[in-house]
């Protein structure tokens, strides 16, 4: 037999619909929500949002990806936003992204970010931004899903199917 709990907003969640969950390699779960990102660790909720730290833009939290050295990336209708030790870094279209607007993200082996936006594609390592468009070989500037395999291979959604290995696309 199973047992099973439900939380809701009275029991500590900002709002009860989720968008994303994700559950981190340290023992809690992340959770995206329309009100913020919230961190469970079974017992209590800790909630995310501009009015817990005033530089997080945006409220609405879409996806999330989980770095090697398990801080988080996820991103709301502003943003992009890195998470690490309480303390955070956002990412626009002034730090270099193609768009602001981030549909999916992933983690490469070398612990970079992809994150596939409205205007193209961005990598992200040490906090640099490099960004990949139709001039560089994606097939479409609007992209979508993203995958990385465990060899490296980054495969990219946008009007088909890029792969980008090797360091090009093919």
């Given at each position: 037999?199973?047992?099973?709990?439900?939380?809701?907003?009275?029991?500590?969640?900002p709002a009860n619909g989720?968008?994303?969950?994700?559950?981190?390699?340290?023992?809690?779960?992340?959770?995206?929500?329309?009100?913020?990102?919230?961190?469970?660790?079974?017992?209590?909720?800790?909630?995310?949002?501009?009015?817990?730290?005033?530089?997080?833009?945006?409220?609405?939290?879409?996806?999330?990806?989980?770095?090697?050295?398990?801080?988080?990336?996820?991103?709301?209708?502003?943003?992009?936003?890195?998470?690490?030790?309480?303390?955070?870094?956002?990412?626009?279209?002034?730090?270099?992204?193609?768009?602001?607007?981030?549909?999916?993200?992933?983690?490469?082996?070398?612990?970079?970010?992809?994150?596939?936006?409205?205007?193209?594609?961005?990598?992200?390592?040490?906090?640099?931004?490099?960004?990949?468009?139709?001039?560089?070989?994606?097939?479409?500037?609007?992209?979508?899903?993203?995958?990385?395999?465990?060899?490296?291979?980054?495969?990219?959604?946008?009007?088909?199917?890029?792969?980008?290995?090797?360091?090009?696309?093919?």
């Amino acid at each position: 037999q199973y047992a099973h709990r439900i939380w809701r907003q009275e029991d500590g969640l900002p709002a009860n619909g989720l968008y994303s969950v994700l559950p981190s390699r340290s023992g809690h779960l992340w959770a995206g929500t329309k009100d913020g990102l919230v961190r469970f660790d079974g017992h209590q909720f800790e909630v995310i949002s501009p009015r817990t730290h005033r530089q997080m833009q945006g409220s609405f939290v879409g996806y999330l990806s989980e770095a090697p050295d398990l801080s988080l990336w996820f991103n709301t209708t502003k943003a992009l936003h890195h998470f690490h030790d309480g303390k955070m870094r956002v990412y626009t279209e002034k730090d270099g992204l193609p768009s602001a607007i981030v549909v999916r993200h992933a983690i490469d082996r070398e612990g970079a970010l992809w994150a596939s936006t409205a205007r193209g594609l961005a990598r992200i390592q040490n906090g640099k931004v490099q960004q990949f468009r139709r001039r560089d070989g994606l097939v479409a500037e609007r992209t979508g899903a993203i995958l990385v395999e465990p060899d490296g291979t980054v495969w990219i959604g946008a009007r088909g199917l890029t792969r980008f290995r090797a360091a090009r696309f093919q």
